[in-house]
């Protein structure tokens, strides 16, 4: 479990239920994506939700969440990054994040 929760450098882990489901969080959508990818979890019939939204205060953000299982357990992954940096577009981000898991 601590190679597959260790292939990327996940924001935090913590127990969900006991024995049961883990919450692990990134930094970034490219962040998840990779781990899903490189953990061999990114079945084709996985729930996966993606947001656009704006907190309380105003920022703009993308978030994604994926609900995979490995073994038994279950996983709440999520990733959260802030679009008003005005670094990049959306369509950017996604381009350099399906190069990041095809890796």
């Known amino acids: 479990m601590a190679e597959l929760l260790l292939l990327a450098d996940p924001a935090f882990i913590r ?13 970034s959508i490219a962040e998840l994506k990779s781990w ?3 953990a061999g979890l990114n079945d084709p019939d996985m729930l996966i939700g993606e947001h656009e939204g704006t907190t309380d205060d105003g920022r703009p953000y993308r978030s994604m969440n994926a609900y995979p299982t490995w073994r038994g357990w279950e996983f ?3 990733a959260r ?3 008003d940096s005005g670094d990049l ?3 950017t981000v996604d381009g350099l994040a399906a190069l990041v898991v095809a890796g």
Do not use: I, K, M, R
Not at 15 to 27: E, G, K, Y
């Open 15 to 27: 127990v969900h239920t006991p024995d049961v489901s883990l919450s692990v969080a990134f930094d």
């Open 36 to 38: 899903l990818h490189l």
């Open 76 to 78: 709440y992954a999520s």
């Open 81 to 83: 990054e802030f679009t």
């Open 89 to 91: 577009d959306a369509q």
